[in-house]
């Protein structure tokens, strides 16, 4: 239970307090009225003593009486026989007193922390102690036990009466009437001889102070100085001026003796007015509303279905409070015993107070206390003589006071009766009332052994009323006793609670009894008992008892050692229903409002919903709809498992409860909580819809809403826009460089505010979700934007420049403004139960200035088609509520991880892509492709067109155009473009290169051309696009060739494309735009082309084609690898040229001299050409960019390689290999460079290194020209396409696939720096400086039986390949060690010089004349000189022997 303000043993004394009655003259209730108060009430406040009573017990002991209070009440007869319940007014006295008492603001809480819960609720509750104390006092009076029963009688004359003698013996006559006439049943009297004491009251203002005290010497002689009292009140008259402030002590408790007194008034009553109130709160929702909508609660109550009266309530404690606090006023005016208006004991001073509380002392002492003594003596004394036996009550048992008599029964008791009725002689009432009297004066020890014996007695006779208030009141005498000679026996008071409930069916006693156990088994620590006490005492009868005790058992529970937190919540939500019930709103709301504590954020929806449900009601009827909508919304923003048809009605109690609240409020929109609002995900696209494909044109896909963002994609996209504006920057980025974003989402870089154009649209994307389970209807769906105007001088702000907004607009159903932003309205937006849906929503800026979005405003409704209003019958269906309200887009941004403090705590950053800024006009351009392929051979020229439009009202240039994959177009260099149509309307099969009309003469020498790489300017990511005068007008298109080549690798290749243009008036905001194109290629396999070069066998000397250069033969293998994907039958290699700036193809040797190449699927073909260095040039500076191209032609065309687009490609596919290359080797190198000791012999090596590679470069790039003949449609067409080879090495095979990346291997980490050896050029290279020939007759004849030794002269040739000088050593003698070599060589010898040691210059040539020497005719290899060589630069380096060639043989007959 909660903490009480008086201890348990206060609280049990002032349950049961001596009575005292009260009679006053009607000139002395005149007196007192002067200070708006009867007698009794003007005693009540004095009624404590503060002094301390003594008593003496029937063995003369004395006992000490503390901190008595006695009970002062005016006598009210009544005719009807006391009833067990609580009369109606009584119910509505009690139902009031509580309503009356609620928690105050900023009052004393408790904070529990249990477990991981922190409640804070109150710490006392003084509703509950004013209803205890109410109902304890307004107890009826009862037969079989005489607490409540009156001792003694207040007989009050004032001292202006003419003879006040006469008054006191009539109001003596008067009390002995009432109590022995047997007219009335209350009041009830507690001994026959009741205690009269007779107070003369004077009246100092008025009355004579001498007549007043010889009037009361003539009292003292008549009734005994100790039988009267002269009380002088009244000192200051009501005209005297107010001179000092004195306390009121009298308003605490005058409202409860008004109510009181109004039960007396109000018995008769027929109805009980209650305010209004909903008993069940299960039922459908659709009540509330319209019962909450009249003002006048008055009006609404008399036909309220739960109204009272009299007859269906008169053995029950229903009440039914009302909301507002004017029926406690109004009731107060009713009482016609409580005066008029004013404040109360006005003519009092504050010696009259302590005249007044002398006088209930003076009476208590000398009159109260010795004249229960003296009835306490004669009670023991009667029922000990009745005996005869010991004069001590102590030694008493059962049989002295039994008898064997058979107690009377009631006449009027039914048979089915709780017990017997006793006269009020009977012996067993006798003790009874003795142990009463020793209770009312403390002396509990001797109280409890009377109340014992009475229990006994009652027991055996079966009177069960009487034997549970013994038993009730031997409980707490034992517990009151000093020193606690026994334990609290519990178990006597849940009997005597059982036999009050079970067998009396008298609710109210046993609600007297629980009330005192519990608070007894509080002060115990026993809160586990005395909480399922108080539950059991809950019952259908009485709303207000059961709502107050639930709410003490759930204090209780929560008051635990181990408190329990489920319980505790559990209990109030019990306890808050049964408030609901009573009418006890406010309480209601109190309870529901603590037990949410424990039941929020931990997973108990379906509780948190009933209880925001209840909070929402309630909180609506007490007139604090704030709140009611806050409870509401809950319910619908978080995860809710009701039903369907639950939520709808949430929903729709939400809704009218919304819309009362905004009636009055027209301009500023509250705000909805539905549907949901993903923040984050909004999304917003700058930029106006793309014109879609018009017949065959394919529009540049650029940036749409519908595109998924991918981190990776928008860095690719940066790093081409870094490219394009460094090429317009000459080759920098400018410092402020920001990348274009057409669309800023979650991801995306947010801490600046956005750049929008002028009458281009802004679109936001808004995601909403729908968390019911029933369809929301949202209309009129807008943007909410506030706009602030750029201001006309960038250094002066004027303090005038005012944001403008549509909220008013908007909430007004105005007319939109539309000269400064268009907004565009959602007629009809239907979400669907738990979806999430997209909304675009589009802005159109008219004006410069700072925009910000700052939400989204649009009316809700719900009605499920069908659906029935309640109370209806089903005459009409519900209405449609309609709410408007807005709801404001808060978008938080990353979260910050750059300093110290960022890491420590959460922070997040700005996010401003709500917040554009609205820029003067920029042009806009859009690009459309015609005849634009979505698959292609590997390798294959495909053309089509692209049409730019400027469709903005300002001209563009600057158009260029970068692309993550440069080698797959081109538009063409100005100088090589070919005369091939510039329409797209061409024939299909028309080529894409430039030709001429040749014969094939494979034979004959290449075509040559030679080139410079200066005329293909575009050799760079970035190319710019050719377009008349470099300016785009606005309303202006135009047409451009793009030339297409299919990638080498096949599969399905993203290609994008970047387009830059900037506006012909400089210095604005934004500096350029972009537009992003992506394709998807599908390559398929065509040809494979595998190519190697070998120096030719040939000496130089008998090169009859060109005898100022050496030869080398070049191979190619090519191979139809195509699987008839795209329906090609066969391909035909046309020509095969080559471009390089140092050889060239001199002529195709192919043995098989076929006219024309034809593969079929799978077949393959090897062609063989003779490749020559390029002739010198003349001017040696204008050489280092001149490229030599050699055409080839196998068939009828050549094929002009140089010119666009075989050139172009040639070219873009030439320097994205060397720029990747170079990306490559740089990641390689960067860490070695940063050592320094290496770099001094690095670069002597790399000279030598140099050299070497030299030796072996060729640098001859292969053009392999094919056509494939494809069926399509029952149509024949030719493709072309064109495949690169680049030979780097003589020796080393190339292909014109690309090979796979292989992964690089893992490289130990050197965390020592070690000096690196010197790099040394690898053997395979060292071993190929010097080519060597033998020149000799195949077959020689010599008659061996003339000359028996054959010399044969043979020449060898030495050629310096590299340009560096060599030192050659010739080893001319045999060094074998195996038994095969000396077979081979033994009848063959070299003879002459066997060894040469010469030096060869860049290039030369030598010859050296050998003879060898044969014993004998056979076949001999003359292969076996060997041949050393080493750089001449490297003076210390171990010569290395050189290849040789194929095996000579030598034929040597005889003759």
């Known amino acids: 239970m909660a903490v009480c303000v008086q201890s348990v043993q206060e609280f049990v004394q002032d349950s049961f307090v001596p009575m005292v009655a009260v009679l006053c003259s009607e000139e002395a209730e005149r007196v007192t009225r002067k200070n708006n108060l009867n007698f009794a009430e003007l005693l009540r406040p004095f009624c404590r003593l503060t002094s301390e009573g003594h008593i003496r017990d029937p063995n003369n002991q004395m006992q000490a009486v503390k901190n008595l209070r006695i009970c002062v009440n005016n006598v009210s007869t009544s005719l009807n026989a006391a009833s067990a319940p609580l009369s109606p007014a009584q119910c509505r006295m009690l139902n009031e007193v509580v309503l009356s008492c609620q928690p105050q603001e900023g009052a004393l809480t408790n904070v529990i922390t249990a477990g991981d819960y922190d409640l804070n609720f109150s710490a006392t509750t003084p509703w509950f102690e004013t209803y205890r104390e109410n109902f304890l006092q307004s107890m009826p009076a009862s037969d079989h036990e005489f607490l409540n029963h009156y001792l003694a009688c207040l007989l009050v004359v004032s001292s202006t009466e003419t003879v006040p003698v006469e008054q006191f013996l009539k109001l003596s006559q008067e009390q002995h009437r009432v109590q022995h006439s047997g007219e009335y049943?209350?009041?009830?009297?507690?001994?026959?001889?009741?205690?009269?004491?007779?107070?003369?009251?004077?009246?100092?203002?008025?009355?004579?102070?001498?007549?007043a005290e010889t009037v009361y010497e003539d009292m003292k002689q008549r009734y005994g100085s100790q039988g009267c009292y002269l009380l002088k009140i009244n000192s200051r008259s009501l005209s005297a001026e107010v001179d000092e402030q004195i306390p009121d002590p009298w308003s605490q408790y005058l409202h409860r003796s008004n109510m009181q007194n109004q039960d007396v008034l109000d018995d008769t009553a027929q109805t009980v007015n209650t305010a209004a109130i909903e008993n069940n709160i299960s039922t459908d929702e659709a009540d509330f509303q319209h019962s909450t909508e009249k003002a006048d609660e008055t009006?609404?109550?008399?036909?309220?279905?739960?109204?009272?009266?009299?007859?269906?309530?008169?053995?029950?404690?229903?009440?039914?409070?009302?909301?507002?606090?004017?029926?406690?006023?109004?009731?107060?005016?009713?009482?016609?015993?409580?005066?008029?208006?004013?404040?109360?004991?006005?003519?009092?001073?504050?010696?009259?107070?302590?005249?007044?509380?002398?006088?209930?002392?003076?009476?208590?002492?000398?009159?109260?206390?010795?004249?229960?003594?003296?009835?306490?003596?004669?009670?023991?004394?009667?029922?000990?003589?009745?005996?005869?036996?010991?004069?001590?009550?102590?030694?008493?048992?059962?049989?002295?006071?039994?008898?064997?008599?058979?107690?009377?029964?009631?006449?009027?008791?039914p048979k089915s009766t709780y017990g017997l009725l006793y006269p009020p002689e009977a012996p067993e009432l006798q003790i009874r009332k003795m142990a009463d009297l020793c209770f009312l004066v403390q002396h509990y020890e001797l109280a409890y052994s009377c109340y014992h014996t009475a229990k006994k007695d009652f027991l055996s006779d079966q009177a069960m009323l009487y034997a549970a208030g013994a038993l009730e009141m031997a409980a707490v005498s034992a517990f009151l006793q000093a020193g606690a000679p026994r334990p609290y026996p519990a178990h006597y008071m849940d009997t005597a609670i059982q036999t009050y409930r079970d067998v009396c069916k008298n609710m109210v006693l046993a609600e007297r009894c629980a009330l005192l156990s519990a608070e007894i088994l509080k002060s115990q620590g026993k809160y586990s008992e005395a909480a399922t006490l108080l539950i059991k005492m809950t019952s259908e009868d009485s709303d207000l008892r059961s709502a107050l005790l639930l709410e003490q058992a759930a204090h209780c529970f929560i008051n635990m050692r181990n408190p329990m937190v489920r319980k505790f919540a559990f209990h109030m939500i019990l306890a808050g229903h049964r408030f609901s019930k009573a009418g006890q709103r406010r309480h209601a709301l109190r309870c529901y409002c603590q037990a949410m504590q424990v039941y929020k954020g931990r997973g108990w929806s379906l509780a948190e919903d009933h209880i925001n449900f209840t909070i929402g009601r309630q909180s609506f009827t007490l007139g604090q709809p704030e709140n009611a909508v806050t409870a509401f919304r809950e319910i619908l923003t978080n995860d809710s498992r009701q039903t369907a048809t639950q939520q709808g009605a949430f929903l729709r109690e939400y809704l009218f409860v919304y819309k009362s609240v905004i009636k009055g409020n027209t301009i500023n929109?509250?705000?909805?909580?539905?549907?949901?609002?993903?923040?984050?995900?909004?999304?917003?696209?700058?930029?106006?819809?793309?014109?879609?494909?018009?017949?065959?044109?394919?529009?540049?896909?650029?940036?749409?809403?519908?595109?998924?963002?991918?981190?990776?994609?928008?860095?690719?996209?940066?790093?081409?826009?870094?490219?394009?504006?460094?090429?317009?920057?000459?080759?920098?980025?400018?410092?402020?460089?920001?990348?274009?974003?057409?669309?800023?989402?979650?991801?995306?870089?947010?801490?600046?505010?956005?750049?929008?154009?002028?009458?281009?649209?802004?679109?936001?994307?808004?995601?909403?979700?729908?968390?019911?389970?029933?369809p929301l209807a949202l209309s009129n769906l807008s943007l909410l934007w506030r706009f602030t105007a750029e201001s006309k001088s960038s250094t002066e702000k004027t303090s005038e420049e005012k944001a403008i907004t549509n909220e008013e607009t908007l909430a007004l159903g105005a007319e939109q403004k539309d000269d400064i932003v268009t907004t565009e309205v959602i007629q009809e937006f239907q979400i669907s139960p738990e979806e999430t849906k997209v909304a675009r929503l589009r802005l159109l800026p008219h004006r410069t200035g700072q925009l910000n979005i700052v939400g989204v405003v649009y009316d809700l409704a719900t009605a499920l088609s069908g659906e029935k209003a309640p109370g209806t019958e089903g005459q009409q269906t519900l209405d449609l509520i309609v709410v408007r309200g807005r709801q404001d887009l808060k978008i938080r941004g990353l979260r910050l991880n750059q300093t110290k403090e960022d890491k420590m705590l959460v922070r997040h950053g700005p996010d401003h892509r709500l917040d554009p800024i609205i820029t003067p006009p920029m042009p806009l351009m859009e690009i459309f492709f015609l005849q634009f392929p979505t698959a292609l051979l590997c390798g294959e020229i495909?053309?089509?067109?692209?049409?730019?439009?400027n469709v903005s009202s300002v001209a563009l240039c600057g158009l260029r155009v970068v692309s993550t994959h440069p080698d797959f177009f081109t538009f063409g260099s100005q100088a090589t473009t070919p005369l091939t149509p510039l329409s797209?309307?061409?024939?299909?099969?028309?080529?894409?290169?430039?030709?001429?009309?040749?014969?094939?003469?494979?034979?004959?020498?290449?075509?040559?051309?030679?080139?410079?790489?200066?005329?293909?300017?575009?050799?760079?990511?970035?190319?710019?696009?050719?377009?008349?005068?470099?300016?785009?007008?606005?309303?202006?298109?135009?047409?451009?060739?793009?030339?297409?080549?299919?990638?080498?690798?096949e599969g399905v290749h993203e290609i994008n494309f970047l387009f830059y243009y900037e506006s012909t008036e400089k210095g604005l905001k934004i500096s350029h735009r972009v537009l992003r194109h992506t394709v998807f290629i599908c390559a398929s396999r065509s040809l494979s082309v595998q190519a190697s070069a070998c120096r030719s066998s040939v000496p130089p000397n008998q090169s009859l084609d060109d005898k100022s250069s050496s030869g080398t033969l070049v191979f190619l293998d090519v191979e139809n690898i195509n699987t008839n994907e795209a329906g090609v039958r066969e391909f035909h290699i046309v020509q095969v040229s080559s471009s390089s700036q140092h050889w060239r193809l001199h002529k195709c040797i192919n043995p098989t001299k076929d006219k024309?190449?034809?593969?079929?699927?799978?077949?393959?073909?090897?062609?063989?050409?003779?490749?020559?260095?390029?002739?010198?040039?003349?001017?040696?500076?204008?050489?280092?960019?001149?490229?030599?191209?050699?055409?080839?032609?196998?068939?009828?065309?050549?094929?002009?390689?140089?010119?666009?687009?075989?050139?172009?490609?040639?070219?873009?596919?030439?320097?994205?290999?060397?720029?990747?290359?170079?990306?490559?080797a740089s990641s390689r190198t960067l860490p070695s460079s940063k050592s320094p000791v290496s770099a001094p012999p690095g670069d002597t090596a790399s000279d030598i290194n140099n050299i070497v590679k030299k030796c072996n470069e060729l640098d001859l790039n292969i053009i392999v020209i094919w056509k494939a003949y494809v069926v399509e449609d029952n149509k024949q067409l030719i493709l072309e396409g064109q495949l690169h080879v680049a030979l780097q090495t003589i020796g080393k095979e190339a292909s014109s696939l690309t090979p796979k990346e292989e992964a690089q291997e893992m490289v130990l980490l050197k965390f020592k720096s070690e000096i690196p050896s010197p790099i040394v050029p690898p053997s395979a290279e060292l071993s190929q400086l010097i080519k060597t020939n033998l020149h000799y007759p195949e077959t020689y004849t010599h008659p061996f039986l003339q000359d028996s030794l054959c010399v044969v002269p043979v020449t060898l040739t030495l050629s310096n390949c590299s340009s560096a000088?060599?030192?050659?050593?010739?080893?001319?003698?045999?060094?074998?060690?195996?038994?095969?070599?000396?077979d081979v060589h033994s009848s063959f010898t070299w003879v002459g010089q066997t060894q040469y040691k010469l030096q060869l210059k860049s290039q030369e040539v030598l010859c050296l004349t050998l003879r060898a020497c044969f014993l004998q005719a056979g076949v001999y290899n003359l292969n076996t000189p060997r041949v050393f060589a080493k750089l001449a630069q490297l003076g210390d380096m171990c010569d290395t022997s050189q290849q040789t060639a194929s095996p000579a043989l030598i034929i040597i007959n005889n003759a």
């Open 299 to 413: 009006d609404s109550l008399k036909s309220h279905p739960l109204q009272l009266d009299s007859i269906n309530t008169s053995g029950s404690l229903y009440t039914l409070g009302s909301v507002s606090n004017d029926l406690k006023t109004g009731v107060r005016a009713q009482d016609s015993t409580s005066g008029g208006s004013g404040s109360h004991g006005v003519c009092l001073t504050l010696n009259d107070h302590d005249r007044i509380r002398q006088f209930i002392q003076e009476f208590t002492f000398r009159g109260l206390l010795p004249h229960i003594e003296k009835n306490i003596r004669q009670l023991n004394d009667q029922l000990v003589s009745r005996k005869g036996l010991s004069r001590s009550l102590f030694t008493a048992t059962k049989k002295w006071f039994g008898g064997g008599k058979v107690p009377e029964k009631s006449i009027s008791e």
């Open 984 to 1049: 797209p309307n061409s024939t299909e099969n028309c080529s894409a290169y430039k030709t001429t009309v040749t014969f094939p003469q494979p034979s004959s020498g290449a075509s040559e051309m030679l080139v410079s790489a200066e005329d293909y300017s575009q050799l760079s990511g970035v190319m710019e696009i050719p377009i008349d005068g470099n300016t785009l007008q606005p309303g202006e298109s135009t047409q451009l060739p793009l030339w297409l080549r299919g990638p080498d690798q």
């Open 669 to 774: 929109l509250p705000q909805l909580p539905l549907p949901c609002i993903h923040s984050s995900a909004t999304r917003v696209y700058f930029g106006h819809d793309r014109r879609l494909a018009e017949g065959e044109k394919q529009a540049a896909t650029h940036v749409s809403l519908d595109q998924e963002y991918d981190q990776d994609l928008a860095a690719m996209w940066c790093n081409l826009e870094e490219q394009l504006v460094a090429a317009s920057n000459r080759g920098t980025v400018p410092a402020n460089f920001q990348p274009t974003q057409c669309c800023l989402n979650s991801q995306t870089d947010n801490l600046r505010c956005p750049l929008a154009v002028v009458e281009e649209p802004i679109i936001v994307e808004l995601k909403f979700k729908n968390p019911l389970k029933v």
């Open 185 to 211: 049943t209350n009041p009830k009297w507690f001994i026959p001889n009741t205690l009269k004491y007779y107070v003369l009251l004077h009246d100092m203002s008025e009355g004579e102070e001498q007549r």
């Open 942 to 949: 495909r053309k089509a067109y692209v049409e730019f439009c």
């Open 1365 to 1382: 000088e060599v030192d050659v050593v010739i080893e001319l003698r045999h060094k074998s060690s195996s038994l095969e070599s000396l």
């Open 1156 to 1224: 024309d190449c034809k593969l079929s699927s799978r077949e393959r073909a090897k062609l063989c050409f003779k490749a020559t260095r390029c002739k010198p040039v003349k001017a040696p500076s204008d050489a280092v960019d001149k490229y030599t191209f050699a055409d080839l032609n196998l068939g009828n065309e050549r094929i002009i390689s140089s010119a666009t687009p075989c050139g172009d490609f040639f070219f873009r596919g030439c320097w994205t290999s060397d720029s990747r290359r170079v990306n490559v």
